[in-house]
């Protein structure tokens, strides 16, 4: 198996880039509609977005132009990208479903779990779901007195709730 080199090679973060900057460009453009007060977050976090999908473009070129080869992992793309991939459309469905204060806990529970996975080869079943619990609450609590009541920027209940 020959390791290539040049653009071609890197064409998958180029596409990668190119889609998170079109995403967060076109929702950072929707984002103008929202408040001074609760839109300020959200265009924050979407113009980082933008910038990183540019950056992740930018950064694929320049290796390609240098000559670096592409990532051997490659190779192992459906595991690498198909697990999680499946993980973040289940999220964005749950998301439309049940809402984003049940969604999230579950969301970060599965990618806590596939990160063990990957990390350490097993989910060590004593542990990680233990670990994964804990953040997961924490971190949706977190999540919720920050911007329900901080800031007063509600969630999205979900179209079933």
């Not at 180029?14 to 079109?22: A, Q």
Request: charged residues 10%; contains cysteine; hydrophobic residues 60%.
């Amino acid at each position: 198996m020959s390791i290539r080199t040049g653009w071609k090679s890197h064409a998958g973060d180029i596409v990668l880039g190119g889609v998170i900057f079109t995403i967060g460009l076109a929702l950072f453009l929707q984002a103008q509609s929202l408040a001074p007060g609760p839109g300020l977050f959200p265009r924050f976090v979407l113009a980082l977005m933008t910038a990183t999908g540019a950056g992740i473009v930018a950064l694929a070129i320049l290796a390609g132009m240098r000559g670096r080869p592409a990532e051997a992992a490659q190779a192992d793309w459906g595991r690498s990208v198909g697990v999680p991939a499946i993980i973040l459309i289940a999220a964005g469905v749950l998301l439309y479903a049940i809402g984003f204060y049940l969604t999230s806990p579950l969301l970060i529970i599965a990618v806590y779990l596939w990160h063990c996975r990957v990390a350490n080869g097993a989910v060590r079943l004593w542990r990680d779901p233990g670990v994964a619990l804990v953040l997961a609450v924490g971190a949706t609590l977190v999540l919720y007195l920050v911007f329900d009541r901080l800031i007063g920027l509600p969630a999205p209940t979900g179209a079933l709730l």
